[in-house]
């Protein structure tokens, strides 16, 4: 009796496993901010667009592709040429999603991995046909115009594939060894010439300068030449008064310098 018990019991436990197991391969989570397409055994891939939640399928039949929604960067490197033909190193910062209702063609017609496939072709063919309206000055102080103009173009080319562009920047943006030596040589030249240019106009002010003494120096003998043919001697001896006044006014105030009284024979009164 006991052994039928135990017999009926494992026989329900097999058939709750095996409900189970059904109950849970016809189950499928979409996590949030992800969405799902379901591929179809005899229908193909169904237009209809799943969202987030727990939903049912049909096993074996039925298989759920999840996507994820949500913005995701992604940087792309490209090599291109100038308008001046500079090579230009650029990378490309790009924040993409897919567009949720065009999942089911984004599937059929690129795949999964459909990120990899799109972005790098169209974001090099973009770049490059922008990059070669500019020259390589151009794309130094116009950064903010090549750069709107590349977000425009790539938009609008990825919006034919499904695909959201939320911020396109550019990150990176260097020239090759060649242009970069160039700008160098051309900022050591200029730096010379501006040398160049301030010795001059410092020879300039000398000049000027010594025409402007030599000029102060001739009128004033001109202005002593005629005093002296005015005053005859008299000027000369005022002359030498004021140069006595001056000496004597020095050596008073010498330290070392001591005065006798003129006539004296000795330095103190004594009795002869």
């Given at each position: ?12 436990g ?10 849970n ?38 298989k ?5 929604c ?13 308008k ?7 990378t490309l ?6 567009v949720?209702?065009q999942?089911?063609r ?11 496939r ?10 490059k ?8 000055g151009?794309?130094?102080t ?5 750069s709107?103009q ?16 939320d ?11 060649e ?6 040589m ?47 001697d ?17 050596l ?5 310098i ?15």
């Open positions: 009796m006991a052994a039928k018990v135990f017999e009926s019991i494992g026989k329900l097999l058939g709750l496993a095996v409900a189970g197991g059904g109950v391969s016809a189950l499928y989570n979409v996590d949030a901010g992800h969405r799902a397409v379901i591929f179809d055994r005899f229908r193909g891939v169904q237009d209809v667009v799943v969202g987030e939640g727990t939903h049912f399928l049909i096993p074996w039949v039925q759920p592709i999840i996507f994820d949500r913005s995701r960067p992604r940087n792309v490197p490209v090599i291109t040429g100038s001046d033909l500079q090579n230009v190193n650029i910062r790009i924040l993409f999603r897919p949720t209702a999942l089911p984004i599937f059929t017609s690129i795949g999964e991995d459909y990120d990899e799109v972005l790098p072709s169209i974001t090099t063919e973009i770049l046909s922008v990059v070669a309206r500019f020259d390589a151009e794309l130094i116009q950064r903010e115009l090549v709107r590349v977000s425009e173009d790539l938009t609008e080319r990825a919006a034919t594939f499904g695909l959201i562009l911020d396109v920047s550019l990150t990176h943006l260097t020239f090759g060894k242009f970069t030596e160039a700008v160098e051309k900022q050591v030249a200029q730096q010379e010439a501006e040398r160049a240019r301030f010795i001059v106009e410092k020879a300039e002010q000398q000049k000027k300068a010594a025409v402007i003494s030599a000029e102060g120096d001739s009128k004033a003998a001109e202005l002593i030449a005629n005093s002296l043919a005015t005053a005859g008299g000027l000369i001896e005022l002359r030498k008064l004021e140069a006595a006044e001056d000496i004597a006014y020095q008073s105030r010498s330290r070392n001591t005065y006798l009284p003129s006539g004296q024979s000795v330095l103190l009164q004594l009795p002869q």
